[in-house]
């Protein structure tokens, strides 16, 4: 498929995604407690990103100050020079787009930025909280600790009339092959994001 096609097509489903998910969290307004300048799901993890999110990405990058260009640079080195020199098994990095506590990509960010801090039912199938809920932040009034599940007990007592919920907004499922035929793209070859860096 043409990478130019793949990609504007791939922007039409990213729509078709932020109006679901902004429904999603408007939905589940009293459990999200995101704010500008969190960023702490942009930090000590993974990111797994595909060959077309990663595209976009790095559109967003040129569109960068310079010198904004230069602190993502140094971060990109520092987590290579830390990945080189880890030993164990899955290494987890901040990510170099977060500056001072802010995504600079916002607008370019991948799909599983997007969809973090739901109450989400994992690609194994078990429902997680998001681990902001055990920092006092998402959901964090109804989970329960022990368990890291959503507590009845807890929603019982919170009186809050809205339901807590859990979706389907695994990266697993949000970048399965149904959406690549439906929207006609390619999400192409996945792997952590400081990889494809
Ligand atoms: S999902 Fe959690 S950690 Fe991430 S911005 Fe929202 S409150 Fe902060
Ligand atoms: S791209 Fe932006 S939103 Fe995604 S992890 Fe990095 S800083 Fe956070």
């Known amino acids: 498929m043409d990478k130019r096609e793949s990609l504007r097509n791939y922007l039409v489903y990213l729509n078709f995604l932020n109006s679901k998910l902004q429904k999603f969290f408007e939905a589940q307004k009293p459990y999200i407690f995101c704010k500008k300048g969190c960023g702490k799901c942009c930090k000590n993890a993974q990111f797994p990103y595909s060959e077309v999110e990663i595209r976009y990405l790095l559109y967003g990058f040129t569109q960068l100050s310079p010198e904004i260009q230069r602190k993502v640079e140094e971060n990109i080195f520092k987590v290579k020079k830390q990945k080189e020199e880890f030993k164990g098994d ?34 194994d199938g078990r429902f ?63 792997k952590q994001l400081i990889d494809w860096l």
């Open 90 to 123: 899955k290494f987890y990095y901040d990510c170099p787009f977060l500056i001072n506590d802010e995504c600079c990509v916002y607008e370019y960010r991948g799909i599983i930025c997007r969809a973090f801090g739901l109450n989400a039912v994992g690609a």
């Open 128 to 190: 997680k909280a998001p681990f902001c809920a055990f920092e006092g932040l998402n959901y964090s009034n109804v989970v329960d600790s022990k368990t890291g599940i959503i507590s009845s007990e807890k929603y019982k007592e919170s009186k809050i009339d809205v339901e807590p919920l859990v979706y389907n907004v695994s990266y697993h499922f949000l970048t399965d092959t149904d959406s690549e035929k439906a929207f006609k793209f390619e999400f192409g070859e996945k």
